[in-house]
Nanobody, 120 residues
């Protein structure tokens, strides 16, 4: 079956950086749109970034544009999210999901998540 596992979260000060990774298996990684989403306590799931399988076109939420970068390691079946210039409002559980920017998130496969906490 489809399997996704996030890693790389942690506690950082405002302005800091992290790189999240999502290792995957069970599907043809190179041929699916993939996304990072996040959920802060008491808030709804929020789309953060997506990469289209064809041409690697990327889409970002306005709140992270210019600070976050989504990328794929196709041979390694791994999705990454580079987080720079972190803000306290970026604190959330981050998930990778087998879904594109306009796909429904509910039924989409995703991992267990990795916690990002931005605090001074």
């Amino acid at each position: 079956g489809v399997w996704l596992q996030e890693s790389g979260g942690g506690v950082v000060e405002p302005g800091g950086s992290l790189k999240l990774s999502c290792t995957t298996s069970g599907f043809s990684f190179a041929y699916f749109d993939l996304s990072w989403v996040r959920q802060a306590p008491g808030k709804e799931l929020e789309r953060v970034a997506s990469v289209h399988y064809r041409g690697a076109k990327t889409v970002y939420a306005d709140s992270v544009k210019g600070r976050f970068t989504i990328s794929r390691d196709i041979p390694g079946n791994t999705l990454h999210l580079q987080l720079n210039g972190l803000k306290t409002e970026d604190t959330a559980m981050y998930y990778c999901t087998k879904a594109g920017w306009n796909d429904a998130l509910g039924p989409a496969a995703r991992g267990q998540g990795t916690q990002v906490t931005v605090s001074s």
